[in-house]
């Protein structure tokens, strides 16, 4: 396993903070903060000044930060610095896992341990992405199995997926076929577990590569429809044209090259209606091989001028080299050597550069046949050395195709050398190779004919089961016909005993039915009659406390005012004075709960004629003026005693508050009655105070739970600060017996007495 490798990265930094200072001082301003973040310092420069090597030593002084924020840190200042400084891009990416190593080995909590861990395993991916362009495929592979094994104790799948895909591919840059294939599995499954569908088809045009490079033709074709399939669905038109251009180099594979120049067309329109420049450039060369197998090679060198000018100009190097390659080969099928020379070798530059183990083959084993044909044979970097570092690549790679090319230029050669021996294992191997590939069309052809007689045989087997059925149906039709007339006897006995036992059934029914019918009437007797009861109780209790009650109460208040007109001493008289006033109140509380006892008085719009009634004399007793408004139209509802009177209940207590807290001089009360009764209570006095709510006093509080206890709300509006006054909202829901609707005048009252 390759370590990573940690270096300082303070000098670093600077120095290279300190050289952009006298140009982007604003952009060394924005990215200083994080720089000293990966010091464990917090840098604090004024945003109007300069950033110089003077002030940047001035503030490596500053407090640590925590190892979470320093590990990502690391990982955004390399991304900002990606790719312009790739040696500091390592060294920061190579911090943060340290960072992160450090910081989990003090056994954090669990949150900042998954921090660490997700910044680390970003940092593994990005170390080996970068190994992996500089060649070191095995280094990089060592960093995305740690990736891996952080994502996996993560739990996170879409991070998994991307670390097995670029485990994929180093795997095949180094020639292991049989574990890439393994990975870009693994990442499969993973995308069909998340459901995403782009990834799949991504995924089954991999395989579908890798399979074609190692000869499995079919299992190749079934990967590359199955992604076409899934793009066709999702609408992914790049996508379609990157399957149509795979599937049409199969097609290639196979001799159909009127099926491939089909595909190859599609691929094309659809990657210039995408505007997809680097999949125009491929299909440009796609199409040059068509028209040069086809005898047209002005126009095939036309399309693969195109194409190179878009890689060079996007830095594909892949794509140049295999451009370069082609018209490599151009030039020497038309006799220009020296030009085809010239071509061969960049393309093979460019695969070395790149690591590109497949095009290195490539461009060796054209080089050398190349100069097989020019007699340069021998020596350093001859055609037999080549050839030879050709076929050892392909056969690294384990791709046939490359094998069976390198073979076919070292039989010519072995030939021209004279050594017979060595020839015919190279011509054998070539033959080998050769099979293993073009045996794909017999092995179709022969799945075609094999398919064709079990069709043929199933079809045989199936007319003759047809016409068994169709004897066999004869026979039981008229075994049926005599079994009908046997049993018609047995029919109708059993069907007079069916229709009897329905009879009797039906009876039964009806007479349960009467009888619970009858159990119903008498229950509903019995509940109005205790209702009945209940009312005349309640009707008697209103006259005996009106009788009663009220005639004492009358009196005591009575007796009360008389006294206090003929007592002088002044405590006494305020005592009377109080004496006559509870005995008022307590008169008109128990007039009110005569009237919530009251059944004639049940319907709401008689609680909204009490409650105006109400509301205008206890208003003008105040001396406060007041606005009533109320509906024109009011549903004839029933309510209960319990509604009614807690209703009541609520706005004597909110006018009460109004009158004795609020320093008002106007109310205004809105009563409305849709598929809710909302009554409004507005004053324009001082209001609440700040932060005050339902807990302030009991008063507050009853009239919240009156109407919790009727299933509405209450709320109230407006602060003291604001000098708006208060406002009160009450909501009750109103029951579903509604009857005609009662029109009831809008009234709106406005008095001073």
Not at 106 to 129: C, H
Request: proline share 2%.
């Amino acid at each position: 396993m390759t370590a990573v490798r940690p270096r300082a990265i303070g000098s670093v930094a600077l120095q290279l903070l300190c050289a952009f200072a006298s140009r982007w001082s604003g952009t060394v301003l924005a990215v200083l903060s994080v720089l000293f973040v990966v010091h464990g310092t917090a840098a604090q420069l004024p945003a109007d000044q300069p950033a110089s090597a003077g002030t940047l030593r001035s503030y490596t002084s500053a407090p640590a930060l925590s190892d979470t924020t320093r590990a990502r840190a690391c990982l955004d200042l390399a991304k900002k610095m990606f790719p312009q400084r790739m040696d500091t891009v390592r060294t920061l990416l190579e911090e943060a896992v340290l960072i992160a190593e450090q910081g989990l080995a003090k056994n954090p909590p669990a949150n900042v341990a998954q921090v660490l861990r997700t910044s680390m395993a970003e940092a593994l991916k990005n170390i080996g992405r970068m190994e992996a362009a500089e060649g070191d495929h095995a280094a990089a592979l060592t960093q995305y199995q740690r990736c891996i094994d952080i994502r996996n104790a993560l739990g996170d799948i879409t991070g998994l997926v991307e670390a097995y895909e670029l485990m994929a591919k180093a795997q095949r840059a180094r020639g292991d076929v049989r574990s890439a294939l393994d990975a870009f599995q693994e990442g499969l499954e993973l995308r069909s577990a998340l459901g995403d569908e782009l990834g799949m088809a991504v995924s089954h045009t991999s395989i579908g590569s890798l399979l074609e490079e190692s000869g499995d033709i079919p299992g190749a074709l079934e990967q590359y429809q199955q992604s076409l399939r899934l793009r066709e669905r999702i609408g992914d038109r790049r996508g379609m044209a990157v399957s149509y251009n795979s599937l049409a180099g199969i097609h290639i594979g196979q001799g159909d090259m009127q099926l491939a120049k089909e595909y190859y067309t599609k691929s094309l329109r659809l990657r210039e209606a995408t505007g997809d420049r680097t999949g125009m450039a491929g299909s440009f060369n796609n199409l040059a091989f068509l028209h040069y197998q086809q005898g047209d090679t002005l126009k095939a060198l036309q399309l693969l001028e195109q194409s190179l000018e878009i890689y060079t100009t996007t830095g594909n190097a892949s794509g140049m080299a295999g451009v370069n390659g082609n018209i490599g080969s151009f030039h020497r099928d038309r006799g220009d050597d020296v030009q085809a020379m010239e071509y061969f070798k960049r393309s093979r530059a460019i695969c070395e550069a790149s690591g590109d183990m497949q095009g290195t083959a490539i461009a060796c084993e054209q080089i050398a046949g190349l100069l097989l044909e020019n007699g340069h044979i021998d020596g350093p970097d001859g055609a037999l050395e080549l050839a030879q570092r050709s076929l050892q690549l392909g056969q690294e790679l384990g791709f046939p195709n490359l094998v069976r090319d390198a073979a076919y230029t070292l039989d010519r050669i072995h030939r021209r050398q004279g050594r017979f021996k060595n020839a015919l294992a190279m011509y054998e191997l070539h033959i080998q190779m050769r099979d293993s590939i073009l045996s794909e069309t017999n092995q179709r052809e022969a799945i075609r004919s094999a398919l064709q007689r079990d069709f043929e045989e199933r079809d045989a087997m199936r007319q003759a089961d047809v016409a068994k059925k169709e004897a066999l149906a004869t026979e039981v039709i008229r075994r049926k016909d005599l079994e009908r007339n046997a049993t018609l006897f047995g029919f109708v006995l059993t069907l007079l005993l069916t229709l009897t036992l329905v009879v009797l059934v039906i009876m039964i029914a009806k007479r349960r039915e009467r009888e619970r019918q009858v159990a119903m009437l008498e229950h509903k007797r019995l509940e109005q009659e205790g209702v009945i009861a209940e009312y005349r109780i309640r009707d008697q209790v209103g006259r005996d406390m009106h009788d009663d009650l009220g005639a004492g109460l009358s009196a005591l208040k009575l007796r009360s005012e008389m006294a206090l007109r003929k007592e002088s001493d002044p405590a006494k008289k305020k005592m009377l004075g109080q004496l006559a006033a509870t005995s008022g109140e307590l008169i008109v509380n128990m007039r009110q709960i005569i009237w919530t006892l009251n059944e004639d008085q049940r319907s709401l719009a008689d609680l909204l004629a009490y409650l105006g009634n109400y509301v205008r004399n206890y208003l003008s007793d105040n001396e406060l003026t007041f606005e009533l408004i109320v509906p024109e139209q009011i549903p004839a509802i029933t309510l209960s005693a319990q509604a009614r009177r807690n209703l009541l209940l609520v706005v004597k207590e909110a006018l009460h508050n109004v009158v004795k807290h609020a320093q008002a001089s106007h109310v205004k009360l809105v009563i409305s009655c849709d598929d809710d009764l909302n009554i409004t209570i507005t004053d324009n006095g001082i209001g609440l105070q700040r932060n005050a709510d339902l807990g302030v006093g009991n008063g507050l509080r009853n009239m919240a739970r009156r109407m919790e206890v009727l299933g509405g709300s209450f709320g109230i509006e407006g602060q003291a600060d604001e000098g708006t006054g208060t406002q009160l909202l009450m909501l009750v829901p109103l029951p579903t017996n509604k009857g005609s609707i009662a029109p009831v005048a809008r009234s709106t009252s406005t008095s001073r007495s």
